[in-house]
């Protein structure tokens, strides 16, 4: 088994397609708009390997988890290849003011960085 994609709600639909692409070389579909749930919209962002984000949007949705459908996850771990992959892409998101932890090797193994998206979830990039 494997993970065919993960949800990401999100306020900015267009600067969350704009991050996975520039970040990640994600591609985009088309935007997907729903004729029986108004307002809903969404695009699947195919990555090179491994899962599809799907990114989705409602005027109404809330923040937080006061609301009954609300913006991020813990976190997600992407495995963006060598160390030197993690280091390079790390040094640009510092560049862009989203890395929320420089370069690691955690306790429990991994060497790692974690950024933010433009929603402030954190997506841990991993050797």
């Given amino acids: 088994m494997k ?10 639909l267009a ?3 704009t991050f996975w692409r520039d970040m990640f070389g ?12 108004p307002g809903f919209q969404s695009y699947f962002i195919s990555l090179p390997e491994g899962p599809t984000i799907e990114l ?8 937080g988890h006061n609301g009954q459908e609300f913006t991020g996850w813990a976190h997600i771990a992407i495995h963006v290849g060598t160390r030197e992959d993690v280091d390079a892409m790390a040094t640009r998101a510092d560049q862009l003011g ?17 950024i933010r998206d433009p929603d402030g979830n954190l997506i841990e990039l991993v050797a």
């Fill in 26 to 37: 994600g591609i985009s579909n088309a935007l997907y708009v729903s004729k029986n749930r």
């Fill in 3 to 12: 993970i065919a994609h993960v949800a990401l709600w999100t306020r900015d």
């Fill in 98 to 114: 989203i890395l929320a932890s420089p370069p690691r090797t955690t306790g429990d193994g991994y060497y790692e960085a974690v």
């Fill in 56 to 63: 989705m949007t409602l005027p109404e949705l809330g923040t």
């Fill in 15 to 17: 600067a969350q397609q």
